[in-house]
T-cell receptor
């Protein structure tokens, strides 16, 4: 069974640009969550999608947005990039049926110059 | 909101030493708890989880954790560490709703030969 996949794996952008990251969950999983991982802040929750609806959102500015498609694939977008957005962005999926385990992808490492 | 705190941020051990990493959770109701591990350059992966039942939970690679409700703790243990256990370890608890997690700041473990 294929795991969670994320594309691209690495990305370099400059301040002010925007970026879109993609996540394909494990087949049959309906919940997709996004996290930002940095050395100083650890793993911080961005948002969660379930059946194409945003279910929860963390404490990030409106520049961070996301969506989920009917096949459960998800994208997150960051507009007007700032240096502080440099991080590893992790996607995780779970079945969405009860007591859950989240399965993580390899992440997209974003560097903002 | 449910949260976890990890006491040790950096731990250095020699091979064959015993390991105990602390994790305390904040919520007093029904608790689900997780330990995840992130090996260098690899995905975040589940080590073990507690949902209910036996408070002593066994996970992969010889790790175990004990849920102690009276102490609000879920410490990770391993009797004898190996060099390959060098990694970052995260304790986590489900967010108040949905399937996403709140993570502790993580503990970086270095095992020296």
């Amino acid at each position: 069974k294929a795991g969670v996949t994320q594309t691209p794996r690495y990305l370099i952008k400059t301040r002010g640009q925007q970026v879109t990251l993609s996540c394909s969950p494990i087949s049959g999983h309906r919940s997709v969550s996004w996290y930002q991982q940095t050395p100083g802040q650890g793993l911080q929750f961005l948002f969660e999608y379930f059946s194409e609806t945003q279910r929860n959102k963390g404490n990030f500015p409106g520049r961070f947005s996301g969506r989920q498609f009917s096949n459960s694939r998800s994208e997150m977008n960051v507009s007007t990039l700032e240096l502080g957005d440099s991080a590893l962005y992790l996607c995780a999926s779970s079945r969405g049926t009860g007591e859950e385990t989240q399965y993580f992808g390899p992440g997209t490492r974003l560097l903002v110059l | 909101a449910q949260s976890v705190s990890q006491h040790n941020h950096h731990v250095i051990l020699s091979e064959a030493a015993s390991l105990e990493l602390g994790c305390n959770y904040s919520y007093g109701g029904t608790v689900n708890l997780f330990w995840y591990v992130q090996y260098p350059g690899q995905h975040l992966q589940l080590l073990l989880k507690y949902f209910s039942g036996d408070p002593l939970v066994k996970g992969i690679k010889g790790f175990e954790a004990e849920f102690i409700k009276s102490k609000f703790s879920f410490n990770l243990r391993k009797p004898s560490v190996q060099w390959s256990d060098t990694a970052e370890y995260f304790c986590a608890v489900p967010r108040d709703s949905g399937y996403a997690l709140n993570f502790g700041k993580g503990t970086s473990l270095l095992v020296t030969p």
